[in-house]
């Protein structure tokens, strides 16, 4: 399945520790992500895949631990550095996330006009470009609050793309949209990393989806990593947390009394 | 009893908490201002202009028709007030020197608050809700750069514009209500307020006009930032925003009065 994947380790965490208010969210996590590979970081609702996320693109400080992006760790970096460090990666946020006030043409020029020195012209072609390979040609004058949900994620996919980045995050791509929909995007990332060769983290709990996708499966559960591995060697684990995602069993957990009463009372007990 | 104090360490450390993230907001927006082309992200012109036209320009209509109400009013109750001393000619005097140390910047500053802080806070809280904060922030732009940075230069150069509008309109509703009951034209009015100002006077109106602007900056964005809780979190910080801007203007504005008459 892997192509062009090297062995070289293009995103490296290590024992990453973090909180929300007291909360510890994230118990020490290890993982890697190899060039050109395709991650998929799946679990149910509050394992934490969505905070993974959020610290892989620097938007929070961790508690400890540290974070590789492209051999440097991002959590002792400056803001110039991190500033460099964002042209090479692409974010496609869940909701799109796009500008409400920008057109879509304007939106996928937005990076560009940041962090380079293009004209306007050569801009406009090459956010043409980029609409031509999520399939939204001609749609770059209207604006997002015009388009329907797959669209809004492709013309979202078009701009974390627009620089060529060499590392694509991906929220949730196939939420809230219906399956030919979904499916197209996945041949969407799948095309995009055989062309451009870019190493793609995807986090989504669509289990089709990700099958689909992934070279490699992590399998997150309350803040620790279950596995990580191959789609077959998900497929076939044994572990039981990971049957009942993959086979949509609901959590049967055995009632502890003095948990419980404590829980409805509001005291200990 | 234990509770209350409880309740009052945790209000005073929230307290605490939004103040220093208020004034680190105003120092990394100065910040972006003065050294963003040393870090590659110099704030754009064109966002200053535009938020200028937003928060300005649209803004005249509305700040002409309550500054010149707001000077006819003083002009009546002014009159009514003085005639039992005999002394209605002074209600120039009065009106010149209200209106430009006080009333103009007040309302000005109220009216932006209400026009233009709810809109901030509700289109950042927005924009916080909707991840393109977030987006911003991976794309390599720094929101304060990008959102607060413009929109102080624009509130800082609009507030004391509109200030001076006010100031004009305001004795100009005096002079209409003035002329009528006097017998006196509106120039012979207009010309006799000019001559009992003086620079002074005008600059304490736009000395507060420039503090007004950076409360309405900073509250109305720290308070778009800091939402959270979907629309009805928009809302609420929407509402908090107004009624904290109003309350700081006019808390501000007796301060500054006491000292501004002192010197």
Same mark, same amino acid.
Request: aromatic share 6%; with cysteine; glycine share 8%.
């Given at each position: 399945? &892997?192509?062009?994947?090297?062995?070289?380790?293009?995103?490296?965490?290590?024992?990453?520790?973090?909180?929300?208010?007291?909360?510890?969210?994230? /118990?020490?996590?290890?993982?890697?992500?190899?060039?050109?590979?395709?991650?998929?970081?799946?679990?149910?609702?509050?394992?934490?895949?969505?905070?993974?996320?959020?610290?892989?693109?620097?938007?929070?400080?961790?508690?400890?631990?540290?974070?590789?992006?492209?051999?440097?760790?991002?959590?002792?970096?400056?803001?110039?550095?991190?500033?460099?460090?964002?042209?090479?990666?692409?974010?496609?946020?869940?909701?799109?996330?796009?500008?409400?006030?920008?057109?879509?043409?304007?939106?996928?020029?937005?990076?560009?006009?940041?962090?380079?020195?293009?004209?306007?012209?050569?801009?406009?072609?090459?956010?043409?470009?980029?609409?031509?390979?999520?399939?939204?040609?001609?749609?770059?004058?209207?604006?997002?609050?015009?388009?329907?949900?797959?669209? &809004?994620?492709?013309?979202?996919?078009?701009?974390?793309?627009?620089?060529?980045?060499?590392?694509?995050?991906?929220?949730?791509?196939?939420?809230?949209?219906?399956?030919?929909?979904?499916?197209?995007?996945?041949?969407?990332?799948?095309?995009?990393?055989?062309?451009? /060769?870019?190493?793609?983290?995807?986090?989504?709990?669509?289990?089709?989806?990700?099958?689909?996708?992934?070279?490699?499966?992590?399998?997150?559960?309350?803040?620790?990593?279950?596995?990580?591995?191959?789609?077959?060697?998900?497929?076939?684990?044994?572990?039981?947390?990971?049957?009942?995602?993959?086979?949509?069993?609901?959590?049967?957990?055995?009632?502890?009394?003095?948990?419980?009463?404590?829980?409805?009372?509001?005291?200990?007990? | 009893?234990?509770?209350?104090?409880?309740?009052?360490?945790?209000?005073?450390?929230?307290?605490?908490?939004?103040?220093?993230?208020?004034?680190?907001?105003?120092?990394?927006?100065?910040?972006?201002?003065?050294?963003?082309?040393?870090?590659?992200?110099?704030?754009?012109?064109?966002?200053?202009?535009?938020?200028?036209?937003?928060?300005?320009?649209?803004?005249?209509?509305?700040?002409?028709?309550?500054?010149?109400?707001?000077?006819?009013?003083?002009?009546?109750?002014?009159?009514?007030?003085?005639?039992?001393?005999?002394?209605?000619?002074?209600?120039?005097?009065?009106?010149?020197?209200?209106?430009?140390?006080?009333?103009?910047?007040?309302?000005?500053? &109220?009216?932006?608050?209400?026009?233009?802080?709810?809109?901030?806070?509700?289109?950042?809280?927005?924009?916080?809700?909707?991840?393109?904060?977030?987006?911003?922030?991976?794309?390599?732009?720094?929101?304060?750069?990008?959102?607060?940075?413009?929109?102080?230069?624009?509130?800082?150069?609009?507030?004391?514009?509109?200030?001076?509008?006010?100031?004009?309109?305001?004795?100009?509703?005096?002079?209409?209500?003035?002329?009528?009951?006097?017998?006196?034209?509106?120039?012979?009015?207009?010309?006799?307020?000019?001559?009992?100002?003086?620079?002074?006077?005008?600059?304490?109106?736009?000395?507060?006009?420039?503090?007004?602007?950076? &409360?309405?900056?900073?509250?109305?964005?720290?308070?778009?930032?800091?939402?959270?809780?979907?629309?009805?979190?928009?809302?609420?910080?929407?509402?908090?925003?107004?009624?904290?801007?109003?309350?700081?203007?006019?808390?501000?504005?007796?301060?500054?009065?006491?000292?501004?008459?002192?010197?």
């Amino acid at each position: 399945m &892997i192509t062009e994947a090297s062995t070289e380790n293009v995103i490296e965490v290590e024992n990453l520790v973090t909180h929300y208010g007291d909360t510890q969210i994230l /118990n020490g996590i290890n993982f890697s992500v190899k060039r050109g590979e395709i991650m998929v970081i799946m679990g149910g609702s509050g394992s934490g895949k969505s905070t993974l996320l959020r610290y892989l693109l620097g938007l929070n400080t961790p508690t400890s631990g540290c974070i590789k992006l492209l051999g440097k760790d991002i959590t002792q970096m400056s803001t110039n550095e991190m500033h460099d460090m964002r042209k090479n990666m692409g974010v496609a946020f869940q909701g799109g996330a796009l500008f409400g006030s920008m057109t879509v043409g304007e939106n996928i020029q937005l990076p560009l006009c940041e962090h380079t020195r293009l004209d306007e012209n050569t801009m406009r072609i090459m956010s043409r470009m980029k609409l031509e390979v999520v399939n939204l040609a001609g749609f770059e004058d209207l604006m997002p609050s015009q388009l329907s949900g797959g669209m &809004i994620k492709r013309a979202a996919l078009a701009r974390a793309i627009i620089m060529d980045p060499k590392l694509l995050f991906f929220d949730e791509p196939s939420a809230g949209l219906d399956p030919v929909v979904a499916a197209e995007l996945d041949e969407l990332i799948l095309r995009l990393r055989d062309a451009m /060769n870019m190493t793609i983290v995807v986090v989504t709990h669509e289990l089709d989806s990700a099958f689909k996708i992934a070279d490699r499966i992590t399998v997150l559960d309350q803040g620790d990593i279950l596995m990580c591995g191959t789609v077959d060697e998900v497929r076939n684990s044994d572990n039981e947390r990971i049957h009942n995602l993959l086979n949509r069993k609901p959590k049967t957990e055995v009632v502890d009394v003095d948990a419980y009463l404590q829980r409805l009372t509001g005291h200990g007990v | 009893m234990k509770n209350i104090f409880t309740q009052l360490g945790k209000k005073t450390v929230d307290v605490i908490e939004e103040l220093g993230y208020v004034f680190m907001l105003f120092y990394e927006a100065v910040g972006w201002l003065l050294l963003g082309k040393f870090r590659h992200q110099s704030v754009r012109l064109r966002h200053v202009f535009h938020e200028t036209v937003q928060i300005g320009v649209q803004a005249v209509p509305i700040a002409i028709i309550l500054c010149f109400s707001v000077g006819m009013m003083l002009a009546i109750q002014g009159l009514e007030t003085l005639e039992r001393y005999g002394a209605q000619s002074q209600v120039v005097t009065g009106i010149a020197l209200s209106v430009t140390r006080e009333f103009s910047a007040l309302i000005i500053g &109220i009216l932006v608050a209400g026009r233009s802080g709810s809109s901030i806070t509700a289109r950042i809280g927005t924009m916080t809700e909707s991840q393109e904060i977030d987006a911003l922030q991976v794309i390599g732009i720094q929101p304060v750069r990008y959102l607060a940075a413009p929109l102080l230069v624009a509130m800082i150069i609009v507030m004391p514009s509109l200030t001076i509008i006010g100031d004009l309109m305001g004795m100009l509703g005096g002079a209409i209500y003035t002329s009528y009951e006097l017998n006196m034209t509106v120039a012979t009015y207009m010309e006799r307020s000019f001559a009992v100002i003086d620079v002074y006077d005008v600059m304490q109106g736009l000395m507060k006009s420039i503090v007004f602007a950076i &409360i309405i900056v900073l509250v109305s964005i720290s308070n778009g930032f800091q939402v959270s809780g979907g629309a009805e979190g928009v809302g609420k910080a929407t509402t908090r925003s107004v009624v904290l801007s109003v309350s700081f203007i006019v808390i501000a504005d007796m301060i500054f009065t006491f000292f501004l008459t002192r010197i």
